[in-house]
T-cell receptor, first 116, second 114 residues
Framework: NAGVMQNPRHLVRRRGQEARLRCSPVKGHSHVYWYRQLPEEGLKFMVYLQKENIIDESGMPKERFSAEFPKEGPSILRIQQVVRGDSAAYFC??????????????FGEGSRLTVL | DQQVKQNSPSLSVQEGRISILNCDYTNSMFDYFLWYKKYPAEGPTFLISISSIKDKNEDGRFTVFLNKSAKHLSLHIVPSQPGDSAVYFCAARASNFGNEKLTFGTGTRLTIIP
C-alpha cells in the first residue's frame, strides 16, 4: 500500500499529556498537509510543510501545537498539554507539489485523538 | 469566516435517481474545486475536480458543474447507488506558488435509499 500512512489510528491521552501523531506521505510526495476534523464539522487546515520547512501554518493554534517534516522520517504533529477540546480526528494529506497537477491531495485514514 | 459553504447537512435520495449536492464559495481567488467522499472512520478520497476555466467536468456517473458568476458548484451523481452513501465534502484551492492548501466545506451526508 503506497498511500498516506498515519499512526497511531487511535490515541487516548489524559489532560496535560502530550500527543504525537505521525504521517508518512505517499512515496515520492514532498508536500504534507495536516487537517483537523472536530465532531460533526468539516476539515480545517492546520499546517503545510515541505521537507524541513513549514510553508503555511496559518491554521495552527499558536500555542501547544507544532509540526515538523524532517529530511528523513515521517511528518510529526505534536500537541503539548492536551485539553479536551483537542479531541478530534487529525488527517494528514500529501501531494507532489507541482503547480500543474490536478490539485488533488491524498489523505490518510486519520488519527483519532481522545482526551480524557 | 466560512469561505466554502455546504448548506445542506444531509440529503436522502432513492436508489437509481439523481443526487445533487451543492456548494457555494465566497473567495474569488479560488481557481480549482474538488469533491471528496468520506466514509466513517476513513480518510477523504478524491472524487472529481474542476478548474475555474471550465464549467463542467464529467467522470462516469459523476459530473461537477461550476457557475463562477454565482460562485456556486454542484455535484451530480446519476444513477445513485447504495455505495454512494457517504459524506461529501466540497473543497477549493487558490493557487499560490504551489501551495495546494484546500479549504473544505462542512460536508453533506448523502443517504441512498434502496
Amino acid at each position: 500500500n503506497a498511500g498516506v500512512m498515519q499512526n497511531p489510528r487511535h490515541l487516548v491521552r489524559r489532560r496535560g499529556q502530550e500527543a504525537r501523531l505521525r504521517c508518512s506521505p505517499v512515496k515520492g510526495h514532498s508536500h504534507v498537509y495536516w487537517y483537523r476534523q472536530l465532531p460533526e464539522e468539516g476539515l480545517k487546515f492546520m499546517v503545510y510543510l515541505q521537507k524541513e520547512n513549514i510553508i503555511d501554518e496559518s491554521g495552527m493554534p499558536k500555542e501547544r501545537f507544532s509540526a515538523e517534516f524532517p529530511k528523513e522520517g515521517p511528518s510529526i504533529l505534536r500537541i503539548q498539554q492536551v485539553v479536551r477540546g483537542d479531541s478530534a480526528a487529525y488527517f494528514c494529506a500529501s501531494s507532489l507539489g507541482t503547480y500543474a497537477n490536478t490539485g488533488e491531495l491524498f489523505f490518510g485514514e486519520g488519527s483519532r485523538l481522545t482526551v480524557l | 469566516d466560512q469561505q466554502v459553504k455546504q448548506n445542506s447537512p444531509s440529503l436522502s435520495v432513492q436508489e437509481g435517481r439523481i443526487s445533487i449536492l451543492n456548494c457555494d464559495y465566497t473567495n474569488s481567488m479560488f481557481d480549482y474545486f474538488l469533491w471528496y467522499k468520506k466514509y466513517p472512520a476513513e480518510g477523504p478520497t478524491f472524487l472529481i475536480s474542476i478548474s475555474s476555466i471550465k464549467d463542467k467536468n464529467e467522470d462516469g456517473r459523476f459530473t461537477v458543474f461550476l457557475n463562477k458568476s454565482a460562485k456556486h458548484l454542484s455535484l451530480h451523481i446519476v444513477p445513485s447507488q447504495p455505495g454512494d452513501s457517504a459524506v461529501y465534502f466540497c473543497a477549493a484551492r487558490a493557487s499560490n506558488f504551489g501551495n495546494e492548501k484546500l479549504t473544505f466545506g462542512t460536508g453533506t451526508r448523502l443517504t441512498i435509499i434502496p
